[in-house]
């Protein structure tokens, strides 16, 4: 029996689908097998990054201490004349700069390596916000910025991550200090919401944001001409609340400035095991 000119035009066109559906079976192996490969290669990249920067906190940590001790140990004389002090002090503050930004580096690389251990522990929350509130202190009365601080009577002792807690109010109480002029206040107000969530609000008197979603990407935060130290805190921020189960949360105020919600787990001390990872 012959084929008929039919039979045969559609053997060959089922011919020519097999071969180009086994051609592209191989493409789309061939790219999974590169995948694979690209992937292994940014994991042995990102291990290599995380090894350099430990070791590069290593290595800057100690020169710098030495820097801002002795930057200390000179202000602290009184015999100091008046440009002598302003070039001491202009020393101190860039090794701060230069500390504060090794550490937050230093933090983001921990935190992209994987997931890191919550240790809840139970603390005396007036007592942590009265340390962070001092701690800011000297940069605000360098810019002359008011901070206030208003507790609802229901803040008292609470579970959380104290090391991780005071990491992120440090940082985002210092970044609204820094976008804030001469004169303007800071005002922070903490309450317990359902008794299982401790909501941190910290208000400002700086420029309103145009564009939030750029606040926190790490490559386009960063503005030609202007160089805020403070933003890589604030997404190392982020991503530690991220690790507590919280969040961060920005809005312009009707008035004037900004207002950046801090929301964390902080179950009263009965209803937690204390002092164990997360």
């Not at 020393?91 to 240790?119: H, K, W």
């Not at 317990?192 to 969530?197: M, P, V």
């Not at 941190?200 to 145009?210: L, N, S």
């Not at 900004?258 to 209803?271: D, F, G």
Request: aromatic share 4%; hydrophobic share 35%.
């Amino acid at each position: 029996m012959i084929d008929s000119p039919e039979n045969n035009n559609g053997s060959s066109l089922e011919y020519a689908e097999d071969e180009r559906i086994a051609d592209l079976i191989e493409q789309l192996q061939t790219r999974t097998v590169e995948l694979e490969e690209a992937n292994r290669e940014l994991r042995h990249v990102s291990a290599y990054r995380s090894l350099f920067l430990a070791r590069m906190s290593h290595e800057l940590r100690t020169p710098l201490t030495s820097i801002l001790g002795f930057a200390e140990i000179m202000l602290d004389q009184e015999k100091l004349s008046e440009p002598q002090q302003r070039f001491c002090q202009k020393i101190q503050n860039s090794g701060l700069q230069l500390l504060a930004s090794l550490n937050q580096l230093v933090d983001l690389s921990r935190l992209e390596a994987g997931p890191a251990e919550i240790f809840l522990q139970e603390l005396s929350f007036p007592e942590t916000l009265n340390e962070i509130c001092v701690a800011v202190g000297r940069q605000a009365q360098k810019r002359d910025v008011k901070i206030e601080c208003n507790l609802g009577p229901e803040v008292t002792t609470i579970v959380s991550d104290r090391g991780r807690l005071r990491q992120v109010l440090y940082t985002f109480l210092s970044w609204a200090v820094s976008r804030s002029r001469e004169g303007q206040s800071v005002t922070i107000n903490a309450k317990l919401r359902d008794g299982s969530s401790l909501q941190v609000q910290i208000d400002d008197d700086g420029e309103p944001i145009k564009d939030m979603s750029r606040v926190f990407d790490p490559v386009d935060t960063p503005r030609a001409g202007k160089t805020d130290l403070n933003e890589l805190g604030i997404i190392v921020g982020r991503r530690l609340l991220e690790l507590m189960k919280g969040s961060v949360t920005l809005e312009n105020r009707d008035c004037a400035g900004l207002r950046t919600v801090i929301e964390v787990p902080a179950n009263s001390p009965k209803s937690n095991s204390l002092g164990g990872p997360a």
